[in-house]
C-alpha cells in the first residue's frame, strides 16, 4: 500500500479552528460515510483504514488536551492509541509534561517549545553545512611537479544587508503557524493497516519556523538569508600527489545561516598517461632503441621525463654489453616525489629493440661479415630425419588454437552406441 501523509484536520474534513461541536458533528459524518458496514466489499479493506484514521482523529481533536498536544507536537506525541505516550522519535516527555501542565486550557497554536522537541528545527540543521565533495583530474605531468589552481567559485553567502536574518532591519519575524514554529510537524503516514507518526519539513516555512511577510523581506536577499557570490579560490595540489587524495578548502561550501560552512573537498583523478605508467612513487616506461644501438651502444636522450628533461642513458656500462629486447633498466630516484619528503621512487625502463625492417637492404658481403662478427649459433640440433617446411613470415598469435576441430567429432566415434541410440529415439 502506497505511503502518504495524513493530518487529523484533513481526516475530519475541518478547519484547525474548528469548535468541538465542529469536530463531533464532522466526526459522526465521516464515520458514517467510512463504516466498514455500510461501504460495498470491494472498498472495505480501504473503508477500514479510513473509519480507524476517522476515530483516532476524533479521539484527539475532540479532547482538549489532547488537541493541543497534537496541534504543538502533531502525532509524534502520541503512541498511535490516542494515549500520550512515547512513540519512537517522539518528542521529550519533560516537554510534553510542561505542555499539559503549563499549556493545559491554552489556545492550540498558543503553546510550543521553541527547539525542545527533538526534531525540531535546532536538532534538525546541522551545526555544520554539509560538504561539497568533487573530483578533480590531475595530469600525470601535474602530480609530479605540484600545481596551484585558481578557479572562481560561486557560493552563497550569508546576506550582508540583513546578516542572514532574511528580513527588514525592524522587522520581526512571524511564527509560522502551519509547524507552529517547530520547523518541522508530524504528520500520520499510513503504512500498511497502521497509522504511524513521521516528521516531515514544514513546506511553508522551509523548516526555519518563521517567515517575513513580502513586504518586511531583505530587498537584497529577498527573505533567503544568503546571496550568491563569486569567489577566487586556490587549491594547492603537493608534488607527489596521487589518485584519491583529497584536497580540502576549509569552510568554503555554501554558507547558511546559524552554521558553519562546510568544506569543499577535491578528490584528485590521475589522468591516464600516454608514455608513463605510476604505481605508488614509482613510474614505468618503454623506451625504443635501435638493434645497431642494443649491440654498438649509444649515449642519447632516450625519453622526456614528466618536467621536460631529457633522460640520457649511457650504454654500455661495461665493454662488450649488449641490451636485450624487455631488458628492465632500473634508474634510482627517478620515479615521482614522495609527499612531504625530498626523495623520490625509481624509474624502470623497459627496452624495446627496434629490429631494421624491409627498408634495410643489406649487401652479401655485409651480411657474411655481420654473421662473422655475431656469436654463433650453439651445437645442431640432432635428428634422424629432417623435413624442410614452408612458412608464413607473418604469423598472428590470434589464430593460434584455431585448428580446434570440435569435441562432436571425437564423441561420434567414441560413443557410438549412445549416438544411435538418440537418433533411434
Ligand atoms: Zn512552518
Ligand atoms: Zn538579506
Known sequence: MAE?????????????????????KAYRKAALASHPDKVPEDEREDAEVKFKSVQEAYDILYDDDKRHLYDTHGMGAFNGSGEPGMGPGGPDLDDILAQMFGGMGGMPGMGGMPGGMP??????????????????????????????????????????????????????A????????????????????FLSPSTVVCSTCSGDGQFFSPKDKCKKCKGKKTVEAKKMLEIYVPPGAKEGDKIVLDGEADQAPDQEPGDIVFHLVEEEHPIFRRSGADLTATIEITLAEALAGFSRVVIKHLDGRGVELKHPQKPGQVLSPGQVLKVPGEGMPIKRSDSRGDLYLIVDVK???????????VLASLKEILPKPGPAIQADTVDEVEYDPKGNMDEFGSNDQGGSAWEDDDDEGETAQCTAQ
Open 355 to 365: 629490429f631494421p625492417d624491409e627498408k634495410w637492404k643489406p649487401s652479401p658481403a
Open 4 to 24: 502518504f501523509e495524513i493530518d487529523l484536520y484533513e481526516v475530519l474534513e475541518i478547519e484547525r479552528s474548528a469548535s468541538k461541536d465542529e469536530v463531533r
Open 174 to 193: 512571524k511564527k509560522c503557524s502551519t509547524c507552529d514554529g517547530h520547523g518541522v510537524k508530524q504528520v500520520l503516514r499510513q503504512v500498511g493497516q
Open 119 to 172: 526534531g525540531g528545527p535546532r536538532a534538525n540543521k546541522p551545526r555544520r553545512s554539509p560538504n561539497e565533495e568533487q573530483k578533480y583530474e590531475v595530469s600525470l605531468e601535474d602530480l609530479y611537479k605540484g600545481k596551484t589552481v585558481k578557479f572562481a567559485s560561486t557560493k552563497n553567502i550569508i546576506c550582508s544587508l540583513c546578516n542572514g536574518k532574511g528580513g527588514k532591519e525592524r522587522a520581526q
